[in-house]
């Protein structure tokens, strides 16, 4: 089983939806959770830290389930320039860092 | 801040040739990963260093991979002898105190062997 699984989309909306990813880790000791961007040939980049009591960093909003195992991220009023691949990531107990494969969010005029 | 720079961007290769990635990390950050990203498998973590020293290289697919960080702001991600498998884009990031730390990742290495 993969430590971190994620729906890999296309995710197709149309500029100011709204629209939710999740992903689920396997390991309940993993201790941080992350959502990274990447952009197409770029490399990948922090997009926001997930904490337990969920944060929100304008349109985004992270939550974090520890009994189910998974986290979310929220994107209010999507904008063109939301159009990327959004990696979640956990940290597991011996300091490794997972990568999802990544959910690909298209925003549509 | 530079960023991290990695070099070559692009590496064409033909299988069997040997393959030196090369990464400089940003100045002060303490820990070194290397990933390599595929179609199919996503963002895998290869090998991370701390302080210089190789903590865990559980990711390294085989003996053909090696990695070294002889001083703080350089680090090689050697592949010997390439596979057409190999091909993948190489990321190198670096952070400040590992975990729970931002990890910033260097523009990567597109690497084709043929």
């Known amino acids: 089983r993969k430590e971190v699984e994620q729906d890999p989309g296309p995710f197709n909306v149309p500029e100011g939806a709204t629209v939710a990813f999740n992903c689920t880790y396997s390991?309940?000791?993993?201790?941080?959770f992350f959502w990274y961007r990447q952009d197409c040939r770029k490399e990948p980049k922090l997009l926001m830290s997930?904490?337990?009591s969920g944060n929100e960093d304008g349109r985004f909003t992270a939550q974090l389930n520890r009994a189910s195992q998974y986290i979310s991220l929220l994107i209010r009023d999507s904008k063109l320039s939301d159009s990327a691949t959004y990696l979640c990531?956990?940290?597991?107990?011996?300091?490794?860092?997972?990568f999802g494969t990544g959910t690909s969010l298209t925003v549509i005029p | 801040d530079a960023g991290v720079i990695q070099s070559p961007r692009h590496e064409v290769t033909e299988m069997g040739q040997e393959v030196t990635l090369r990464c400089k990390p940003i100045?002060?950050?303490?820990?070194l990963f290397w990933y390599r990203q595929t179609m199919m498998r996503g963002l895998e973590l290869l090998i991370y260093?701390?302080?210089?020293?190789?903590?865990?290289d559980s990711g390294m697919p085989e003996d053909r991979f090696s990695a070294k960080m002889p001083n703080a702001s350089f680090s090689t991600l050697k592949i010997q002898p390439s596979e057409p498998r190999d091909s993948a884009v190489y990321f190198c990031?670096?952070?400040?105190?590992?975990?729970?730390?931002?990890?910033?990742f260097g523009p990567g290495t597109r690497l084709l062997v043929l």
């Open positions: 997930v904490y337990s």
């Open positions: 260093f701390n302080n210089n020293v190789p903590i865990d």
């Open positions: 100045s002060g950050h303490d820990y």
């Open positions: 390991n309940s000791a993993s201790q941080s």
């Open positions: 990531v956990v940290r597991g107990p011996g300091n490794q860092f997972y």
């Open positions: 990031a670096s952070s400040f105190g590992g975990y729970q730390e931002t990890q910033y």
